[in-house]
Structure formats: C-alpha cells, structure tokens
C-alpha cells in the first residue's frame, strides 16, 4: 500500500481552475499524508519547514539541495497530489540552479520555487534581506526552463526585492522573471493589502499570481477566498503547521516533565490504536500477507 489512492489533477489543471489553490506548507511524508487526507489537492514542501523539524534550526539557508531531494523522495512515495517545492536560491549559480531542478523533478516535484536573493538566503519575512541583480535572476530562471525535462513541472520565480528596493522595483523584477519564462509569479512580503491588489494590477493574468501567508509576517494575513477576489491563483501557508506543532511539542513535553504522565493531554493526542488507524497499518499487513510463504 503506497501511495494514497485520492484522484487528484496536475498542478497546471489545477491552476487554470475557477479556484484558488491553497497548498499548505509540510515537511515530510507524515504530514504529506495527513495534509492529502485532509483533502488538499496541493501541498508546498518548504525548506524553512525542514531546517525547523530536520536541522532543529531557523531558515538562514543550512538546508542543501540533497536534502531537499531526499525529502521530497520519500512524501512523492506516499502521496499523489502534487508538490511545490522550495528550491531557495537554485543553491548557487544558474548551473547550480540546473541541478537543482533536474534533481527535484526527479524526485518528482511538480513545481520548483526560486527566488532572488543571495546566498546564504534568510526566510522572506526576516529582516536584512539581499538579493541578486534582476540579470543574474533572469539568467537563473532561464536556466531552471531549460533544465527541465518537462513543461508540466512549473517553474516559480519569487523576488524578495520589496523589502529591499521598494515594490515597484520588485514588480520590474517579475516582469523580467516572466519574459525569462517563468510559470508562476511571487512577489514575497507586501506589506499591505494594496501592495497585493498592486501586484494584480500589473500583472492581470498573464501569470497566475502566489501568495505566502504568515502568521506574524510582513503581509497581512488573508484568506484563500480574499485572496482570491484581489486575483491570486496560489495562496501557500508554509509554516503553519511548524508553529502548530511548536506549540504543542512545548505543551507536550512541558506536561510529561511536570506530571510523569500523559493524561492531561489525552485530549490532543492520538491513542496507539488510531495512530495505527490513520496510517492503514492493518491494510498494509494485509497487503503484505499476500506474499508470506
């Protein structure tokens, strides 16, 4: 029993659809899988979510491209909607970029996110941001186009220039993004609801438009259906699901320190049994009875 049977549509038929996209962040096959049972039809695998849960660490670029890859390799393997991955800063050059790309369509990525900024990149609403000429970010979009292997895996360009250069300047980078091929456009932390209906007006439907909401960011928090009636086709909720879990590791742990026991929180947990039960262990020993001799 591999991966989850849910019928869903690629990514490109999902986006030229009447609805938004709401794609929320995860951060390995587990919360893949419950994210998709939840009924998700897209999920966005982010690197500031594995330098969190994997590194223990925050998101001042220590992730590498491999380890991107490895965790991508085991959700692809588990579910099949697909999957936005964040690909920082193409881990280098336009070359690096390169690699970065076929490597994550091999672990089979439906769409990479690149953005601008120099490396070591830092998390989009963190201060004291960087970024690269608008001509080198045009060299690395063109280079991520013509690495893949197919069109269906979408290539998104994100600039992180408002932050730095102000917002029409950032707009003037994703036109330029857009003309090097990019699929997707995201201008990363707005930082204000009129920046974002801006955002819009320039670009009208010529690329479908992303949206990163962060609890706490730069850019006020929106629904999918606000964000919706501004004209975005993507929204991603990246780390979310982290500060959840932040939330309730401290609640956890704290509690088992202080009582020696788990039954205040009984509650919030699952029992052994419905653990079992939301990953189908007794299907998929069933499934291997099949080849005992």
């Known amino acids: 029993m ?6 869903t549509s690629g990514l490109p038929e999902q986006l030229r659809g009447t609805n938004i996209v709401v794609a929320p962040g995860i951060y390995d096959a587990f919360t893949a899988f419950v994210a998709e049972r939840a009924g998700f039809s897209c999920l966005y695998l ?4 594995v330098a969190y849960t994997r590194l223990g660490r925050p998101d001042i670029g220590l992730v590498t491209a491999t380890e991107m890859a490895e965790t991508l390799s085991l959700i692809t393997a588990r579910v099949a909607c697909p999957i936005i991955v964040d690909g920082d800063t193409g881990y280098g ?3 690096n970029t390169q690699r970065t790309v076929r490597l994550f369509e091999r672990a089979g990525a439906a769409a990479i996110q690149i953005e601008d900024q120099t490396f070591p990149k830092r998390c989009g609403h963190l201060r004291n941001k960087s970024v690269i000429t608008s001509g080198e970010m ?3 979009i063109k280079a991520a186009v013509d690495a893949r292997a197919s069109e269906r895996m979408l290539v998104i360009a994100r600039t992180d220039a408002v932050a730095v250069e102000g917002l029409e300047p950032a707009l003037e980078r994703a036109a330029l993004y857009a003309q090097a091929g990019a699929d997707i456009l995201f201008v990363e932390a707005p930082p ?3 920046d974002l209906a801006a955002i819009r007006t320039r670009f009208g439907d010529q690329r479908p438009l992303m949206a ?4 706490g960011g730069r850019t006020p928090t929106l629904s ?3 964000l919706a009636k501004i004209g975005f086709k993507l929204v991603i909720f990246p780390g979310g699901i982290v500060r959840a879990l932040g939330r309730l590791t401290q609640d956890y742990y704290g509690n088992l320190r202080q009582q020696g026991s788990n039954a205040a929180m009984k509650d919030r947990m699952l029992d052994f049994d419905g653990l079992n039960d939301l990953l189908g262990t007794d299907a998929l020993l069933a499934d291997a009875a099949q080849y005992e001799g």
């Open 2 to 7: 591999g991966k989850t049977m849910q019928a």
């Open 46 to 49: 982010s690197g500031a979510n």
């Open 93 to 95: 050059n336009a070359l």
């Open 138 to 140: 045009v060299g690395k």
């Open 192 to 194: 204000s609801r009129d």
């Open 212 to 215: 990163n909401m962060v609890e």
């Open 224 to 226: 999918a259906d606000e």
